[in-house]
C-alpha cells in the first residue's frame, strides 16, 4: 500500500525520517531508533512517538486521504530505495558477484527492485517469489532434501501452483448440490467464451489449475478485465476489490510480446518487478499503467499456464492487446480464495460478470442469483 500511493505524494519527510527514526551507512546497514516502534512488545508496528513526530494522529482504513498521507508514503519509498540501493552496492563490492539473490518481504517491494534491475548494478536479479515468511516452508524442505540426499542444489521449480487443485467433477458436484445454473466448455471453447466477455467489458473470475504460491495471482486464483477501459480500475475498485482507489492493479501480458509494451526484455512470470509502460503504448492500456507510468508485469507463456495463455491469444484477436487487467480472487479484508465453494461465495458478493469455475461457467446475465443469498460475504477491513 505504501508503494502504491508513493508515487501520489512528494518525498518531503526524507531527512526527517532519516534523521529520527533510522540512521543509514554506507555499506546499506541501518540502525532504528526504536522509540518509534510498537512491534517488538505490541500489537501495533509503530507508536504515538511517530504520530507527534509527523504532527498527526494514526489515520484509520476508512479516513479520507491526506497530502500527508502521500507524502510519508513517498518519503518512506525514497528511504527504503535508498537502503537496498546502498545494500546492493555493498554486495557488488564485496563479492563482484553478477547476480543478486533477494528475500524477506521487503523484497517484495517491485518498485525498488524494479529501479535496481534496471540499475544495471547486476547482470540478473532473482526474488524468490514467496520472499517473505511464507517462503520459510520451501527453504526447510529444500534444506532437508539437500541434507538428506544426494540432490544437486539446482532447484529451478517455478512456484506457479504449488497449492491445492480442484477438477472439473468436484466443481460440478458442489454447483450441482446447491442447483447453481452453469454450462460447460472444452478448453478450446472456455478460452474464446472468456476472450469475448472480457472484450465486451465483462470482469470474469478464473479459477482453474492448482492454487498459485505466494502473494501474487498468477491467473489460477484471479479476476480478469480488459486493460482498455481507463474507467475499469475504478469499476473493479467500486464493485469488486472493495479497496483503495490508488491501488494499481498488475497486466497479463503474452511472454514474447511484453517488450512491444513495456521495457522489459526477459520473463518476468511473477510479478516482483516494475517496469516502465512505453510512453506510446499508455493509451492503449490505461487500467493497468499506474500514475507514474509504471507497472508490474505478469509475463505467461503456454507452458506456465494453458488456459490463461489461450484467453490471451483469443483477447488479442478481437482487441489487438495482448494484455488483460490481473488481480487477485478475493473481496477486501479476505484472503485469495482457494476452494470452489470460496470461489462462488465471492462471485455472489461482488460485482464479477462471470465465474469461470475450472471448466464450468456461471453468468450473471439474464439470471437471478437472488436465491443464492445465503452464501454472500461481506468486505472485512485488511
Not at 20 to 38: A, K, P, Q, W
Not at 150 to 156: A, F, G, T, V
Not at 324 to 336: A, E, F, V, W
Request: proline share 6%; aromatic share 10%; glycine share 6%.
Amino acid at each position: 500500500k505504501v508503494m502504491g500511493l508513493a508515487p501520489y505524494g512528494q518525498p518531503i519527510y526524507v531527512d526527517l525520517i532519516k534523521n529520527e527514526i533510522v540512521r543509514i551507512f554506507d555499506d546499506g546497514s541501518i540502525h532504528l531508533n526504536m522509540r518509534y516502534f510498537n512491534y517488538h512488545y505490541g500489537l501495533q508496528m509503530t507508536g504515538r512517538r511517530l504520530e507527534k513526530l509527523f504532527g498527526r494522529k494514526r489515520r484509520s482504513p476508512d479516513d479520507a486521504l491526506t497530502n500527508s498521507d502521500r507524502n510519508i508514503a513517498a518519503s518512506i519509498q525514497a528511504v527504503i530505495e535508498e537502503i537496498i540501493f546502498k545494500m546492493a552496492y555493498q554486495a557488488k563490492r564485496l563479492t563482484g558477484e553478477k547476480n543478486l539473490c533477494l528475500s524477506g518481504g521487503v523484497a517484495l517491494n517491485c518498485t525498488a527492485s524494479g529501479k535496481l534491475l534496471k540499475s544495471g548494478i547486476f547482470d540478473n536479479i532473482h526474488i524468490q517469489p514467496a520472499s517473505s515468511d511464507s517462503g520459510g516452508a520451501v527453504g526447510a524442505a529444500l534444506y532437508i532434501n539437500y541434507s538428506l540426499t544426494d540432490s544437486p542444489k539446482n532447484n529451478n521449480q517455478p512456484y506457479f501452483n504449488l497449492g491445492p487443485d480442484y477438477k472439473n467433477l468436484q466443481a460440478e458436484y458442489f454447483l450441482n448440490e446447491i442447483n447453481a445454473p452453469y454450462t460447460y466448455n472444452s478448453d478450446r471453447k472456455l478460452a474464446l467464451y472468456v476472450a469475448e466477455q472480457l472484450y465486451r467489458g465483462k470482469i470474469i473470475a478464473l479459477f482453474n489449475g492448482p492454487m498459485e504460491f505466494g502473494p501474487r495471482a498468477l491467473g489460477f486464483r484471479s479476476i480478469l478485465a480488459s486493460p482498455a477501459s481507463a474507467e475499469m480500475k475504478e469499476r473493479i475498485n467500486r464493485a469488486v476489490k472493495f479497496r483503495e482507489h490508488f491501488r494499481p492493479f498488475a497486466p497479463v501480458v503474452i511472454e514474447q510480446k511484453a517488450s512491444i509494451f513495456f521495457d522489459c526484455n526477459h520473463p518476468s512470470p511473477h510479478m516482483l518487478f516494475n517496469f516502465n509502460v512505453r510512453p506510446e503504448k499508455q493509451a492503449f492500456i490505461p487500467a493497468v499503467t499506474h500514475i507514474d507510468g509504471t507497472a508490474r508485469i505478469q509475463t505467461v507463456n503456454r507452458e506456465q499456464n494453458p488456459i490463461l495463455y489461450s484467453i490471451l491469444e483469443e483477447f488479442e484477436k478481437l482487441s489487438g492487446l495482448p494484455i488483460l487487467l490481473n488481480t487477485s480472487l478475493n473481496l477486501r479484508g479476505h484472503p485469495i480464495v482457494r476452494t470452489p465453494q470460496e470461489a462462488f461465495a465471492t462471485f455472489i458478493s461482488s460485482g464479477i460478470d462471470t465465474l469461470v469455475l475450472v471448466n464450468c461457467i456461471l453468468n450473471k446475465e439474464k439470471t437471478d442469483w437472488s436465491r443464492f443469498t445465503d452464501y454472500k460475504i461481506g468486505p472485512r477491513h485488511d
